[in-house]
């Protein structure tokens, strides 16, 4: 426990994460009702904890790290919607799995929320994800309060969400344009609360994404590109997510063309450290 409130263990970006997630999350139950329940809420951050706990023993890492499954157990909180809660303890347990077993080179492959919820949506019935209007004022503190954990870690390589996030306005904006639609309509495509986290904990997790800057561009932009195709050709909702994991394995060979230094958190850069 002291090891969490020294200087250095608030020196990485994650623990900033956690706090604006969790905010977010109590604000959600106390006060503004956008979705998110207590008792699924407690099943995904508990069974992403546990699963954490129990790969941490079988894969005989020197220590328990509680950032990344609280991380992915308070998106999970958020963005998933269920019509039964034990379904967010499956997820959970997929999720934290995934990165232990889905991995290349000791890098994951999959955003491990990302990649529960996708698999969650296309083999289980009743289940789908917030559509995060949260309201202007809550989306606009929340984006900035985003914006600052990225300034944050701006030498952690969270350029990707603003990659992200404009090559998406854009494409927003000239269907608009093409479609002769109000500007009110991308406008308010934008403000959704699922975005947020999407762009700056899903397709922005250093974990998985291009190590160069050139790649980290092309995949932004790859996924947006994908995300508009599928939600405006294919009409299928959840878009966004099915383009970021269809994707992702072609993060191996961006890698591998424009190859650049692997990310690693302010930790030793231990199996360990780096869950």
Known sequence: MAAFCSREWWSDARQYQ???LATLLVYNVLWVDFGAQPLNSLLAIGGALATQALCTYLFALPEFDPRSPLITGLSLSLLLRT???WLHAVAAVIAIGSKFVFR??????????????????LGANGVWISPGQWGSTVWFATLLCFFAILVLRA???????IFFLVAHATLLLLRAVWLGDPLAIPLHQLQSGSLLIFSFFMISDPRTTPDSRL????FAVAVALLGHYLAFSMQMRPALYIALIALSPLVLLIDRVFPAERFVWSRPATYGATQ
Do not use: Q, Y
């Open 104 to 121: 290349v080179d000791g890098k994951h492959i999959w955003n491990p929320a990302g990649f529960a919820i996708v698999l969650l949506l």
């Open 215 to 218: 790649g980290r561009f092309m």
């Open 18 to 20: 956690i706090v604006a």
């Open 83 to 85: 019509e039964e809660p």
């Open 155 to 161: 030498a952690r390589r969270s350029d990707i969400a």
